[in-house]
């Protein structure tokens, strides 16, 4: 612990955590070195870890990066991070993220974007670390912690990973417990690990896994046991290539990386099976409609009276709400409570919410088709390796475009990781994606430790 927490302030520049919580971290690795020298403890006895700071961490501030949240600090604990200091896991801190998850660069975060510990070879310019579990995924490929949590609505935990040579692991929708993690977008959030190694994210899943009564969505069914997976034979799995990720334009080495990822499976014993996925392109603008739709309606309990931040000036309730939302959001999340309340008003929901929801069911649909032909899909995690800062923050399209092949595990509500796969030309990390059948991680986790 003390030489993360060593290694945390000599890499203070890569702004990867929000808070540090040194003085908690000592105490909990005391605790852990006295049961282990009784020869007790969990299966993550001391470890020490980062936690995205949009899980609520009793006693500790959590910001979800927003400036809405100004000095909250939370009087209970999520279920998972509780679950993770009962196996024996340690908190060295809260990291950096894009503000209340919505971006996919870490550059919408109140605190300053993040810098990806990668460079191009031969080039300084500092590169985003991906979003928006920014922090986590720089945390973990800068050794700033031995592994982070983080969380995927569209791709957060799977894209910043691809950027980072790191694990990233979105487990099923109802796998793990959403209680005390601050809500972007309910039915498509799933929290999940960012690891350096596939055993880790098959630990740190199964700590992180199990129903809660407290979320009505996580669903109560054994969790097994991810690392009995590890290494077993993959002869004879099915794996399913979707034509439609196939994208016009996309770049000579990422079309390199899935050709290789194909060949090592093949050369494993698996069955190479072409598919199509034609509802693929709808997935973006379907998740444009339901995430935002979602998130303006889990955000409108940030008014000023019952959580962190509220305006010095106001006259009256309605002025007082006003002023500490525009104060208290930034651009990139109220772009998304305008396009949410704008889907979902009279007139416009049967036109834009409510088809959403119906291709929404028939992606997810053609999804449980392709799984009855194959046992996993792979895809590239992203478009692109990881981009200069500023790149993309004023396109808004062009950063929605990064989750192009992540979306559709959120919309259909599968599991789906990614493992470092490659290199591009300039020597920046690339990952591969697996995609598997509700409930299927074991499937994964094999796919995954063999792609490893
Ligand atoms: N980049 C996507 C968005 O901005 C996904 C974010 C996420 O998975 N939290 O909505």
């Known amino acids: 612990t003390d030489a993360y927490l060593d290694r945390m302030e000599a890499a203070k520049a890569l702004n990867s955590f929000i808070t540090v919580t040194g003085d908690k971290a000592r105490e909990m690795a005391k605790a852990s070195d006295e049961k282990l020298s009784k020869g007790e403890g969990g299966p993550i ?13 009793e006693g500790t501030l959590t910001t979800a990066a927003s400036h809405i949240l100004d000095g909250f600090t939370p009087r209970y604990e999520s279920t998972i991070t509780s679950q993770l200091w009962r196996d024996g896991g340690v908190m060295l801190g809260k990291l950096n993220m894009d503000e209340f998850a919505m971006g996919s660069s870490n550059e919408t975060s109140f605190y300053g974007n993040v810098i990806n510990p990668w460079r191009r070879e031969g080039d300084d310019t500092p590169l985003t670390p991906g ?6 995924s720089t945390a973990v490929a800068a050794r700033l912690c031995a592994a982070a949590t983080a969380t995927d609505t569209g791709g957060s935990i799977r894209q910043p990973a691809s950027l980072t040579s790191t694990v990233g692991v979105k487990p099923t929708y109802g796998r793990v417990s959403r209680w005390g993690v ?14 350096q190694d596939v055993r880790d994210a098959a630990i740190m899943l199964k700590s992180m896994s199990g129903y809660d009564p407290k979320d009505s969505t996580s669903v109560d069914r054994p969790v097994p046991d991810y690392e009995a997976s590890l290494g077993q034979s993959v002869k004879g799995l099915k794996i399913g290539v979707p034509k439609e990720y196939r994208l016009d334009g996309m770049p000579a080495e990422i079309e390199k990386l899935w050709a290789d990822g194909i060949a090592w499976m093949k050369d494993a014993g698996c069955e190479i099976v072409d598919i199509s996925l034609p509802l693929t392109k709808y997935a973006l603008p379907v998740y444009y409609i339901v995430a935002p739709a979602e998130a ?8 000023g009276v019952k959580f962190g931040h509220r305006a010095d000036k106001y006259d009256d309730i309605l002025s007082m709400y006003e002023n500490t939302r525009a104060e208290g959001f930034g651009d990139e999340v109220k772009r998304r409570i305008l396009i949410g309340t704008y889907v979902l008003s009279a007139g416009y929901y049967d036109a834009y919410y409510l088809r959403a929801q119906k291709v929404r069911k028939k992606i997810f649909d053609e999804f449980t088709g392709a799984f009855s032909k194959v046992d996993l899909i792979l895809t590239p995690s992203a478009p692109s390796a990881a981009f200069g800062l500023g790149e993309k923050s004023n396109d808004p399209i062009q950063m929605y475009l990064n989750d192009v092949f992540t979306v559709t595990g959120n919309l259909s509500g599968i599991p789906g990781a990614s493992v470092p796969a490659g290199f591009d030309a300039n020597g920046l990390p690339l990952g591969l994606q697996l995609l598997a059948r509700p409930f299927d991680e074991e499937t994964m986790f094999k796919g995954m430790y063999a792609l490893e």
């Open 296 to 303: 303006s309606s889990n955000l409108a309990r940030y008014d």
């Open 45 to 57: 006895e001391g470890v020490p870890l980062g936690i995205k700071d949009l899980f609520c961490t």
């Open 182 to 195: 601050a809500a972007f977008a309910s039915s498509l959030d799933q929290a999940g690990p960012i690891t």
């Open 131 to 136: 979003g928006s579990s920014g922090g986590s």
